[in-house]
T-cell receptor, first 114, second 113 residues
Framework: GAGVSQSPSNKVTEKGKDVELRCDPI?????LYWYRQSLGQGLEFLIY????????KSGLPSDRFSAERTGGSVSTLTIQRTQQEDSAVYLC????????????FGPGTRLTVT | GQNIDQPTEMTATEGAIVQINCTYQ??????LFWYQQHAGEAPTFLSY????GLEEKGRFSSFLSRSKGYSYLLLKELQMKDSASYLC??????????????FGGGTRLMVKP
C-alpha cells in the first residue's frame, strides 16, 4: 500500500510488560513523527525522526519510552514496564521532509494495559 | 507554553453550515492545520493556512488571523458523513522538533438528520 502502516493494530498487555509498536512510513518520506492520543484527548507529540536521528526527544513521557529508526524507514516505539496510564492510541505520521507541511497519519496502534 | 482551544462538541443539522473555532497561543507559528478524524480512524488532512485569510476547498473553508491567534473551519451543506472529530493543530518551527504539530483537543461534530 501507499500509506503509512502500523502494527499491531491492537495490543493488550499486562502491567509491567514491555511492548513494541511498529511504524512503516510512506516510502521516501524522511521525517517521521510519533503521537499519542488518550481517550477523549488531543494528540500529544512524542518524538520526531529526521532520517535515523531523533533531534528532539523531549516529548517522551518518561524514560520507559524509547524509539529508534533504522535505514531511514521503519521506526519502533518501545514502552518498558508498561503502566495503565500508557493505555492510548499511538499514531505515527510521516512527511516527505521536515519542511513539508502535510503529515500523513497511519491508522494507529490501540494499546490497552490491564 | 502551547495552548490551543476549540469547543469539545458541536451539533448541526444535515444541509446546514457549521463553523468550528480554534484559538491558539504558541511559542512559534509556521502554519495552522485542520484534520478530520472519524472514530477509530487516523486523522486525515483537510486544510493548511499560513497566511491570513480564507482558503476554500469544496464544501470546506478555513480562515486564519495570525494577529488574533484565531482560525475557523467552515463546513457547508453538511452531510451525515461529516460527523467526526475536527482537530486544529499549529506547526511550531522552534527547536529541533522538525515542525512538529501541537494539537487542540478536537471538536466532535454530530450531524443530525
Amino acid at each position: 500500500g501507499a500509506g503509512v502502516s502500523q502494527s499491531p493494530s491492537n495490543k493488550v498487555t499486562e502491567k509491567g510488560k514491555d511492548v513494541e509498536l511498529r511504524c512503516d512510513p510512506i516510502s521516501g518520506h524522511t521525517a517521521l513523527y510519533w503521537y499519542r492520543q488518550s481517550l477523549g484527548q488531543g494528540l500529544e507529540f512524542l518524538i520526531y525522526f529526521q532520517g535515523n536521528s531523533a533531534p528532539d526527544k523531549s516529548g517522551l513521557p518518561s524514560d520507559r519510552f524509547s524509539a529508534e529508526r533504522t535505514g531511514g524507514s521503519v521506526s519502533t516505539l518501545t514502552i518498558q514496564r508498561t503502566q495503565q496510564e500508557d493505555s492510548a492510541v499511538y499514531l505515527c505520521a510521516s512527511t516527505l521532509r521536515s519542511g513539508s507541511y502535510e503529515q500523513y497519519f497511519g491508522p494507529g496502534t490501540r494499546l490497552t494495559v490491564t | 507554553g502551547q495552548n490551543i482551544d476549540q469547543p469539545t462538541e458541536m451539533t448541526a443539522t444535515e444541509g446546514a453550515i457549521v463553523q468550528i473555532n480554534c484559538t491558539y497561543q504558541t511559542s512559534g507559528f509556521n502554519g495552522l492545520f485542520w484534520y478530520q478524524q472519524h472514530a477509530g480512524e487516523a486523522p486525515t488532512f483537510l486544510s493548511y493556512n499560513v497566511l491570513d485569510g480564507l482558503e476554500e476547498k469544496g464544501r470546506f473553508s478555513s480562515f486564519l488571523s495570525r494577529s488574533k491567534g484565531y482560525s475557523y473551519l467552515l463546513l457547508k451543506e453538511l452531510q451525515m458523513k461529516d460527523s467526526a472529530s475536527y482537530l486544529c493543530a499549529v506547526r511550531d518551527p522552534k527547536g529541533n522538533a522538525g515542525n512538529m504539530l501541537t494539537f487542540g483537543g478536537g471538536t466532535r461534530l454530530m450531524v443530525k438528520p
